[in-house]
C-alpha cells in the first residue's frame, strides 16, 4: 500500500550546524512532495514542497531534494537554528489528499 | 497565523459516546480536509470536503462523519467512541479541491476514557 516513512524518528544537532532529514517513500505516482514543521501544541506548518518532476529546490534555508530512483527525499537545514526544534514531517499527495510519514524529531542544542 | 481556527481546544469523552468538532476555514477556501494524529505519528486523512460534499475518503471507519455547510466550515462527527480515537484532530483549508497547499488549524485533543 501506500506510505511515506522516515529513517530516523529523532536528530539532534548543535546551533549553527546544518541538520538533514530524511524520508522514503512508495508510491511513484505521487504528484508532490512535502515538507511539515510541526511545533508543540500546533498544526503542521508547510516549509517547502517539490514537484515530482523536480530534483531540487531551495528556500530560505531550507533545501529539499528528490531522488525518485531510490524514491528518497530529504530536507536540509542550513545555519539550524533553536527556533527550528519541532517535528518534521514528509507528505506526498496525489488530488490533494496528503499522506504524511511518521516524523523526525529535531533538537537544537545551543 | 493561517486562519484556520478549530474549537474546542481539548475535549474529554467517554467510550460509547459521541462527540463534535468544529472547523472554520482560511477566507476564500472551499475545501476541508479532516486528520487524525495520533500521539507519535504523522497525520492520517479521514476525509475531505468540498463544496459541502464528501471529496475522498481514508480508512476510517461510518463512524467518523462530516459535514461542510455553506460558508465552507466544517463539523467532524465521531460516534460510538473508542479508546483509540484518543488524538489530535486536525483540521486544513485549501483553495480548491485538488490543490495540495493546505493550511491547518491548531487541533482538538480527544480523549476517551
Known amino acids: 500500500g501506500e506510505s511515506v516513512g522516515l529513517h530516523l524518528p529523532t536528530l539532534s544537532v548543535q546551533e549553527g550546524d546544518n541538520s538533514i532529514i530524511n524520508c522514503a517513500y512508495s508510491?511513484?505516482?505521487?504528484?508532490?512532495f512535502i515538507w511539515y514543521k510541526q511545533e508543540s501544541g500546533k498544526g503542521p506548518q508547510f516549509i517547502i514542497d517539490?514537484?515530482?518532476?523536480?530534483d531540487k529546490r531551495q528556500g530560505q534555508r531550507v533545501t529539499v531534494l528528490l531522488n525518485k530512483t531510490v524514491k528518497h527525499l530529504s530536507l536540509q537545514i542550513a545555519a539550524t537554528q533553536p527556533g527550528d526544534s519541532a517535528v518534521y514531517f514528509c507528505?506526498?499527495?496525489?488530488?490533494?489528499?496528503?499522506?504524511f510519514g511518521q516524523g523526525t524529531e529535531l533538537s537544537v542544542k545551543p | 497565523e493561517t486562519g484556520v481556527t478549530q474549537s474546542p481546544t481539548h475535549l474529554i469523552k467517554t467510550r460509547g459516546q459521541q462527540v463534535t468538532l468544529r472547523c472554520s476555514s482560511q477566507?476564500?477556501?472551499?475545501?476541508v480536509s479532516w486528520y487524525q494524529q495520533a500521539l507519535g505519528q504523522g497525520p492520517q486523512f479521514i476525509f475531505q470536503?468540498?463544496?459541502?460534499?464528501?471529496?475522498g475518503r481514508g480508512n476510517f471507519p461510518p463512524r467518523f462523519s462530516g459535514l461542510q455547510f455553506p460558508n465552507y466550515s466544517s463539523e467532524l462527527n465521531v460516534n460510538a467512541l473508542e479508546l483509540d480515537d484518543s488524538a489530535l484532530y486536525l483540521c486544513?483549508?485549501?483553495?480548491?479541491?485538488?490543490?495540495?497547499?493546505?493550511?491547518f488549524g491548531p487541533g482538538t485533543r480527544l480523549t476517551v476514557t
Open positions: 486544513a483549508s485549501s483553495l480548491d479541491r485538488g490543490r495540495y497547499e493546505q493550511y
Open positions: 508510491n511513484s505516482a505521487s504528484d508532490y
Open positions: 477566507s476564500g477556501h472551499n475545501t
Open positions: 507528505a506526498e499527495t496525489t488530488g490533494g489528499k496528503l499522506i
Open positions: 470536503y468540498y463544496r459541502e460534499e464528501e471529496n
Open positions: 517539490i514537484r515530482s518532476n523536480m
